[in-house]
């Protein structure tokens, strides 16, 4: 792991591997360390240069006191400046939930910087303006119960959620090391991401998705309907997409069915390389 300056803010960065670039990006309360399982000497994602990032507020990274600071466009530039100063010209991008939006978000703003997109239990953003307004104001007021009661109150409140019920499954080890993650992020950098990166401030763009054409693939778990719809919806809206619905899963596929999940990625992604790695890729619509 190492800290770089971007933007005047510290990210935090784990780099590893050789090959074609691929740029990780966590849920919220995540942190670089939810992908270390697959990225073991044995797992699956060998032959890739990876870069797994700390987001503003989360993990080791900063955590900037003006919510202004973390804001989908200088999440973006901050990006950018981090693959520039890795002199990174282009990379695949997985994203996780929030992470999802802000690499469907990177991929519509910086679609030169790209060569495949994998969204995993992603949303392109709330489309109902007043279900959007409730929204925001469920992540402010979320947002001031985590600096009123402190990090482990809210995570306890979290990790309860109908969301992650299928995560009660999960081995005892798992579930601690998640609550481990969870709980090393900062209450103001938490706070902070809900009031300036939460779905409530994120831009619904569906009806942008079209112009998307780079090779993309949508993962979902069965268990999430929700996040299954809308996996349908954005594959539907996207020219060069497919879906995979992995069976036995809920929210955080990568966690709860982390062999299918890795199968997915690795298939996906050798099939995606840039032309200077191999001759054919996806066919696009």
Not at 70 to 92: F, G, P
Not at 109 to 136: K, N, V
Not at 260 to 271: D, T, Y
Request: hydrophobic content about 45%; proline content about 5%.
């Amino acid at each position: 792991m190492t800290r770089i300056a971007v933007n005047g803010v510290n990210l935090n960065v784990d780099v590893r591997g050789r090959g074609p670039a691929l740029l990780l990006l966590h849920g919220f309360t995540g942190s670089a360390a939810t992908w270390t399982p697959h990225l073991s000497a044995s797992g699956g994602w060998r032959g890739f240069t990876i870069v797994a990032v700390d987001l503003l507020g989360h993990g080791a990274s900063d955590c900037p006191a003006d919510p202004r600071r973390y804001r989908m466009e200088r999440c973006l530039e901050d990006l950018v400046a981090l693959l520039d100063r890795l002199d990174v010209r282009r990379t695949a991008v997985l994203g996780y939930s929030m992470g999802a939006r802000v690499a469907l978000h990177l991929a519509l703003q910086a679609p030169e910087r790209l060569w495949a997109l994998i969204l995993e239990s992603a949303s392109p953003g709330i489309e109902d303006a007043c279900e959007r307004e409730a929204r925001g104001r469920s992540d402010a007021d979320l947002a001031e119960a985590i600096e009123r009661d402190g990090v482990e109150a809210f995570v306890e409140r979290w990790q309860a959620l109908p969301l992650f019920a299928s995560q009660a499954r999960l081995p005892a080890a798992v579930r601690e090391e998640l609550r481990r993650q969870r709980l090393g992020n900062d209450r103001r950098g938490l706070a902070n991401s809900l009031r300036g990166l939460g779905a409530g401030q994120q831009e619904p763009v569906l009806a942008r998705m079209g112009g998307i054409g780079i090779p993309a693939l949508l993962i979902a778990g069965a268990l999430d309907d929700k996040y299954c719809d809308l996996a349908r919806r954005m594959a539907a809206a996207l020219p060069c997409a497919r879906m995979e619905i992995v069976p036995d899963a809920g929210h955080a596929v990568h966690l709860e069915r982390p062999e299918a999940f890795a199968g997915a990625v690795r298939g996906f992604l050798q099939e995606c390389l840039p032309r200077e790695q191999r001759r054919e890729g996806v066919k696009c619509r």
